[in-house]
């Protein structure tokens, strides 16, 4: 209800705006100002609700794009903030999971509140949804045209419910959809470590055919380099980010399946193949490229955003939300950690005094049981070698295990 009205000025692009604004009691508002028809059609700001753009003339008569759902106004020489122009969706399971966000345990109510009035206004971004983007697409380059046509796996009926009830849920989702293709291949699941199931496509003999995409991936030193100096850090992980990026039309039917219900293909990039991190990574750079190294670094779909304040911090987000608003992309907030002190990132511990290991890796090492075989050699070199850094000589107390590796070496 309202309880009052109030004249107020705003700077919009240069522009001088004279609005009239009510005032609401006990609203269950998640911005702080609702714009309606009066400020349209005084700014003479047009909607397209289609590309999810707005657009606006400046005080020097040009036409000034932007993109939902938000708008930069000053009231104050000193104070900024966003408002809405429509009021943002957010589903009721989202709505509650950002208000049971756990923060750095010297947090202030105020900087929560900032967060969640943040989060809740990037709906877009912040939604139980899978994106979409077609900034980057996948291509599948393969040495000859000739497909590659595997049978189907041989399956228990508890394995076979699971396969068709995920298939059911991808084609639910738009991730997949029914397929003629001439390639084919089969569908493994793949027990995980908390003991449920996950279901995977096996593309060894596509990938055996498929060209290297040389595309560089950064390495973990210097990303973990590049936080130093920095007290305050959030980390976004993207839901199913994989399946936010766009095929090739002409790649689709390479990534075709077969179950004993039918032949499936994937209109987005699935997991298992080859040159998909490097697809991934290219598109994250460039969605984030105004901002990586300067607030923020990406690893794949792992992105740490650091700042030396929160109030910093709070304004980096904001700049790594429009990013990935702009381009169409969505994060899994389960998964996602907002300022914090110190937190995991790429197996280690980060945080205001520099970069650690992560002491459940180095359980994992300590752990591991004596190898048997060459393979066992590898993985376990694989394990201890993530510290290589924080261990002296490392390549030379290795080399025995090494040496391991040869058909021709000795084992006791």
């Given amino acids: 209800m309202a309880i009052g009205k109030v004249k107020w000025r705003c700077e919009v692009l240069g522009q001088s705006v004279d609005l009239t604004l009510f005032i609401l009691q006990d609203a269950d508002l998640t911005v702080p100002i609702i714009l309606g028809m009066d400020f349209l059609l005084k700014t003479g700001m047009k909607l397209d609700f289609q590309k999810a753009q707005y657009s606006l003339p400046t005080a020097e008569g040009a036409i000034k794009e932007n993109y939902f759902p938000?708008?930069?106004?000053?009231?104050?020489?000193?104070m900024h903030f966003y408002l809405a122009i429509f009021t943002p969706t957010c589903s009721d399971e989202t709505r509650q999971y950002i208000q049971q966000l756990t923060l750095a345990a010297d947090t202030d109510p105020q900087t929560r509140t900032e967060l969640e009035r943040m989060m809740l206004n990037w709906s877009t971004v912040c939604t139980q949804e899978i994106g979409w983007t077609n900034l980057v697409k996948h291509r599948i380059i393969t040495n000859d045209e000739q497909p590659v046509r595997r049978r189907a796996y041989r399956v228990s009926i508890e394995k076979q419910q699971f396969i068709e009830t995920q298939i059911q849920d991808l084609l639910n989702k738009g991730i997949i959809r029914p397929s003629t293709s001439p390639w084919a291949s089969p569908v493994v699941v793949v027990q995980k470590k908390d003991g449920e199931s996950r279901f995977c496509v096996d593309y060894r003999g596509m990938n055996a055919k498929?060209?290297?995409?040389?595309?560089?991936?950064?390495?973990?030193?210097?990303?973990?380099?590049?936080?130093n100096g920095a007290t305050i850090f959030s980390t976004l992980d993207l839901k199913s980010g994989y399946w936010q990026l766009e095929m090739e039309a002409d790649s689709i039917q390479k990534t075709a399946f077969v179950t004993s219900t039918g032949l499936y293909e994937f209109v987005c990039l699935p997991f298992g193949l080859k040159n998909a991190a490097a697809s991934f990574q290219r598109l994250m750079e460039h969605v984030l490229r105004e901002v990586k190294g300067k607030c923020c670094m990406v690893y794949i779909d792992n992105i740490v955003v650091y700042s030396k304040t929160v109030t910093e911090e709070l304004q980096h987000l904001q700049q790594v939300f429009t990013c990935l608003h702009k381009a169409g992309l969505t994060l899994n907030l389960k998964k996602c950690n907002f300022i914090q002190r110190s937190l995991a990132f790429l197996g280690h511990i980060v945080s205001d005094e520099g970069v650690k290991t992560d002491p459940s890796k180095v359980a994992a090492v300590n752990s591991f049981p004596k190898p048997q075989s060459i393979r066992d050699v590898k993985r376990f070199l694989g394990l201890a070698g993530w510290y290589h850094r924080f261990i002296s000589h490392f390549s030379e107390k290795a080399a025995p295990l090494h040496a391991l590796k040869q058909k021709n070496s000795t084992w006791i």
Avoid at 72 to 78: M, N, R
């Fill in 70 to 78: 938000f708008l930069q106004v000053d009231i104050h020489p000193t």
């Fill in 210 to 227: 498929t060209h290297l995409d040389a595309y560089p991936m950064p390495q973990i030193q210097d990303i973990l380099e590049s936080l």
